[in-house]
């Protein structure tokens, strides 16, 4: 940490700070300037409460140095961090696709859905069983009859799955039927979820909240990290502005900021991000195109009488054109991206 | 819902969204002008998702009539809610203060906090004991022996309490000791949490996330309301925009937003909507001549050595000049602020 | 400037930075710590990039220490300003409150607002002549006309005026009419106008705009007193976030913080920092309550038929009433509010 | 516009509304469903206030249904623009670069730089000689003498130019230098300056605000587009949000937006969208995956020694490098980029 004094600063307000830092646990370096004092402060806690200097008397700003996440930062650990799962690895050379449907609805519907998915190359088969709605009106999701029907339909076809979990209660069912636990933008501070996360061997995708900062994202995902689960596999999906237009605004320039901030892979959810079936197709070529590790789409068999999102789930033939064009801008930044032999036949028809 | 058509819009368009709305069970009245048809939909279900509508062939934009809330409506219950305690009222002409430490940290500084905010005039101590915190590293409350600290702090002098729950698991053990159950802004979209207090008895407060919409704070609300708990007060406590100057942005125009579009009591919190403790002052009087039923407050008997949130603590006696200067202002709205006889004598002094 | 080396920065990358520090005109101390070095940097330009260190190799990050603006800084001067006119000085002991139609529109209206603003207290009419409209299909002002019909209505009533100027080319006419020249949000970091203005002796209300960090408008206001005219009043208008209820966030924060950061008075302009009229009463009371110096107000003797913003233009007897509101509030926070004779009688009949 | 009345309002009240809608010139059709009265009114003004009508009692919402821009609507034109130059056109199959320094500094550098720009494939040459610097005490422009420069070194690789214009005095002087006249993001809402540019027959490039909606910045292009300029191009280059790490936001999403919306061409500015050198290239790269019609980038010979924005400029080899990249991804949408013989050599190398 840096304070700043004020130009105008007493002797005895500096001293006054001093001593403060010192009961704080910090070895302290002061600078006196022709104008102005600067302290440095090194050692004490990493979650120290700056403010609480930064409001003494005689301070003009106080800044930190260090990031308060650690196991989360590339300082601690340069290389690039995968998650492997049998056949493939999340955050390797090879872009991963992970769809399927906003939630599960039947189950002729998630099996139509992971045959699409598997067809056109996605690896991981997406559903909600319990859905985070902004309305208590709204359809809630199926519960374990859905994780139970995505399950099976995910193993007839050779897919991961992933689905999301919105309590501590339901961690443990979650993760019977399910390979990556997804945490909801609405919960990415929900500290008992992450904190009971950390002690699962479940990887867990955490998507960014429509308001927070990469550091704050970051320091969520340290929660978990540190408590002993080193696979999180972090997830754009749109950020909070003052433009309607689109129901958030998809901040693709997270994508190289999290890349040069930490080890952690990151994915990309234009579905979410846009919020419109139309700038899908767009947003998810751009995640790409900027280095994104992989993406999280929605796409139902029926969209037009899907029970939540429908009006940004893509039509299947829509996401096999998406996963052509994505086959030739990954190698355009030294990356590949699945082609089952199922699927060259399939979006080339 | 008002349906816009494209000015090129086919007849075979139009009429398949009308076939669209008839199917998800609105009546539909057609109105063709010159340049193009729009289509008013009434009934259907109050959470239908509008953008179905919107991403279909032709359509130009899709209005939505109703507000998706309904018990929270003014429209509902046009006349104000008020929340009843042993001798006092939150909604009616009496503004109440809720005061207190961040966190409750040992019995002599929640007990030397409790009498200086009686002594001043507040009706209600705040204090947490669970804490959501944004790193892993932070002080994270003292749990039930914190819960057990402050009751018999403001029993000793005929405050309320008024606490926070972050998860479901706690909900039964604050509530055994507190007489608000407070919810977090990070907290405002945790709807398991929000459904699990819907059928509590014990009045919530809750706050505004830090990227909520009032529309979207409305359907938190719903939540519980809908639940069968009728006593909800909504506290404004800052919300992000760029200007990083202050920690949030308090924005004061939502009190009288929220008194014209519901019946709930709001009140604002300049400590978290401000993060810096010689703005708190300015904003409390703010958020009261703005119209605010209340205030709530970090007040600490030694902020330097607070274990959170101490920089934006004020000092005892900056408490006690702040609610002398609002004795002077609710008047001239209409309003009375509590004047202990304690007080009179205190803050004079 | 600190520059605050990576972990891993080699001796070579902590030599380059120093060297090109020396050569930007720095005079340059290194604390090397157990982890890291960090570079204290002082001298150099005042706006020099930062970001030019930021980029280079092994550098984590760099914070710059001083503030960008100086003849604005509260650490330049740090006793208040005022701006004296004949009668008041605006950013004194008394609230100044400036109030009109939001443009000029007839003889008739702006004598009638004249008289209307006079008798209830304010001191200084507000009228536009040329209108910086988002449509090029809006009513755009009577030009010369209308300033002229403006400086008769105030001189018949012994008012001052305000009124903006939006290009170069209009200063020295719209000087000729007016006391004060006001700089629209939009054109808050007009540079060429700024510049212009600093060469001109008329006093400058500087509102700020809806995306302007409080530091880019100190920056702006540098531009005025730089040029040599150091009569500016700052005046906060309403924020551009997410929240989509009203049609700015006004933010009533930047009162003390401007107050702490820059001598130069604050007014705030609750017309256009909400857009609705049912909401301007109480966030003036709010603006007044935070410590604001003064109030810009839009009034209309008939606002259903203003030529533009009738919708956030109040009734004259609703003015009269907050003029009678804020003579309660003032005083809490130790100011005053004009009571003219006439008003007196006026507003309580 | 669709007048949508409350639920308890009286009969009276919606006759008072239709009175004012026809007053202002709309035909209006009532709709009285069982809950309550809808008003659709046609005709009437453009930029009519709807806002008027909102104030009104016994008014719930109003929802405008038009555009308030036209010339720049697809509506009124279907088909793509595309803006013609010698022997390329933007707009088209084809991606066009434009890049160059920041500012104009020496004749060498800026001959550098086109010759740079040139063998890696961009078409038209940026440089600034009015710069609009956020403080007054930055380097601003070399003026005339800069643009005298450009179009030296320009035309000696047989590229176009384009350069910005801060003020209608500098209009002409610039448009017998450059062939696209830039308006800058701080300029959009400029009005004076956009109706000038409307008069002019040379294209002009028009920034969108960081705080502009994508109807606001529509509506600017109105501007120019109603004076009789038809040759507007459009560019993205970041708006304001509260993430910090990247100067601004760039709004990939913004990019199929107005492909929807306009028929007007848009390009991409990713060097101000981040602030920062490592994060142009991949932006870059997204931009033209989710389908801009071009981008503008700063390119300096020697970004470390930059009068302004070095930290924001890439390097030549970066440049070669991206312009690569580009090859790769623009075919995956169809489109096609310049292969100039040198570049072919060049890049390879």
């Given at each position: 940490m840096v304070v700043v004094m004020e130009e105008r600063a007493s002797e005895e307000q500096v001293q006054h700070v001093i001593a403060q830092l010192v009961e704080k646990g910090f070895d302290?370096?002061?600078?006196?300037?022709?104008?102005?004092?600067?302290l440095g402060a090194v050692g004490g806690n990493r979650s120290f409460d700056t403010r609480l200097i930064e409001v003494m008397d005689g301070?003009?700003?106080?800044?930190?140095?260090?990031?308060?996440?650690?196991?989360?930062?590339?300082?601690?650990?340069?290389?690039?961090?995968?998650?492997?799962?049998?056949?493939?690895?999340?955050g390797g050379d090879e872009v991963i696709v992970m769809a399927g449907p906003c939630s599960v609805?039947?189950?002729?519907?998630?099996?139509?859905?992971?045959?699409?998915?598997?067809?056109?190359?996605?690896?991981?088969?997406?559903g909600g069983a319990f859905k985070p709605r902004s309305s208590p009106y709204s359809f809630q999701g199926l519960g374990e009859e859905g994780l139970r029907m995505m399950r099976t339909a995910a193993d007839a076809e050779g897919l991961k799955?992933?689905?999301?979990?919105?309590?501590?209660?339901?961690?443990?069912?979650?993760?019977?039927?399910?390979?990556?636990?997804?945490?909801?933008?609405?919960?990415?501070?929900?500290?008992?979820?992450?904190?009971?996360?950390?002690?699962?061997?479940?990887?867990v995708l955490l998507k960014r909240g429509i308001a927070a900062t990469i550091e704050e994202w970051l320091l969520s995902a340290e929660y978990v990290l540190s408590g002993g689960n080193s696979d999180v596999i972090l997830c754009e999906r749109g950020i909070r502005t003052f433009e309607s237009y689109t129901r958030n605004t998809l901040d693709i320039s997270a994508i190289p900021v999290i890349h040069k901030l930490s080890h952690l892979p990151i994915i990309a959810d234009p579905s979410h991000g846009t919020g419109l079936r139309d700038k899908v197709t767009p947003m998810a070529r751009a995640a790409i195109a900027a280095g994104a590790?992989?993406?999280?789409?929605?796409?139902?068999?029926?969209?037009d009488n899907a029970l939540s999102d429908g009006a940004q789930s893509i039509f299947p033939p829509q996401f096999d054109r998406l996963m052509a064009e994505l086959r030739i801008i990954a190698p355009a930044i030294g990356r590949s991206i699945c082609l089952e032999p199922v699927a060259r036949r399939g979006w080339g028809a």
């Open positions: 302290v370096h002061r600078s006196t300037g022709q104008l102005r004092s600067v301070v003009h700003e106080v800044l930190r140095i260090t990031e308060p996440y650690k196991l989360a930062s590339r300082t601690f650990k340069p290389e690039r961090s995968t998650i492997s799962f049998d056949e493939f690895r999340v609805e039947t189950e002729e519907q998630i099996a139509a859905s992971a045959a699409t998915v598997k067809k056109a190359g996605a690896k991981i088969l997406r799955v992933v689905s999301e979990v919105m309590d501590v209660s339901q961690i443990e069912l979650v993760a019977r039927y399910a390979d990556i636990l997804q945490v909801g933008a609405r919960n990415m501070q929900n500290y008992t979820l992450l904190r009971e996360l950390g002690k699962s061997h479940t990887p590790d992989g993406l999280i789409i929605e796409v139902h068999p029926d969209p």
